[in-house]
């Protein structure tokens, strides 16, 4: 088992980081935009920027891109883990997968290690193991936004929750206390790497300066 569990971890790990590193916002703003995203705004590749800097319809295409690219990272993941160490939960896969995955798309190592925030290619990764989490992060993120119209918040609020929503969904599903502690380990990491990414969106929400969704002429930070 332990050859097979070192191959199962270096190989979702390395499809994880492959596929996060195939940074949608920056593809689309260089073919369809013939620009570079991360010249503008805050120079993150991700939704909101692209949002904000080409309009909706390079915003949409960039988010599906993003969340499709984690569900399938965490889907490989997992199948690599129940084909190469079948005594293991598959989900524990699936998980590392999804830490590789974020890690590529904020230094992705087609594109200099300058990419995005992570948030919707968490989302892709959440969506395709725990749905009813996911449902449950929309639901939080949504009312969040529709009380301040700030994206950065709501980012943060449901990555800081995540963690928790995650522990008590597989403990409810009878998860072992092994799995249990992996994926308790690694949603918080994606949790933290999230947050992280957003230092900056913090400082400026202390200030009061932080970009609301709709306001003009601001380079604020978003995702």
């Not at 199948?79 to 890690?103: E, H, S, T």
């Not at 904020?106 to 948030?119: A, I, L, S, Y």
Request: hydrophobic letters at 55%.
């Amino acid at each position: 088992m332990t050859l097979n569990f070192v191959a199962a971890v270096v190989l979702a790990a390395l499809e994880g980081y492959l596929l996060g590193s195939i940074v949608f916002g920056i593809l689309i703003s260089r073919f369809l935009c013939r620009d570079d995203v991360r010249t503008h705004g805050s120079g993150s590749a991700g939704m909101t920027n692209m949002l904000r800097t080409y309009g909706k319809w390079p915003g949409v295409f960039t988010a599906v891109g993003d969340v499709a690219k984690g569900a399938a990272a965490v889907l490989i993941g997992k199948w690599l883990f129940a084909a190469l160490v079948p005594q293991l939960d598959p989900a524990c896969g699936a998980y590392l997968a999804a830490i590789f995955a974020c890690i590529g798309h904020m230094k992705p190592v087609w594109f200099g290690f300058k990419g995005g925030k992570g948030v919707l290619v968490c989302g892709g990764a959440i969506l395709a193991v725990q749905p009813v989490v996911f449902l449950m992060l929309v639901v939080i993120f949504l009312i969040e936004f529709a009380i301040t119209r700030i994206v950065s918040l709501g980012s943060i609020i449901i990555a800081a929750v995540y963690p928790i929503l995650t522990l008590c969904f597989w403990a409810w599903h009878g998860a072992s206390l092994f799995t249990l502690v992996f994926v308790g380990v690694c949603s918080a990491i994606m949790a933290a790497m999230v947050i992280y990414m957003h230092r900056s969106n913090i400082q400026r929400l202390r200030n009061g300066t932080e970009y609301r969704f709709g306001q003009k002429k601001k380079e604020n930070d978003g995702q």
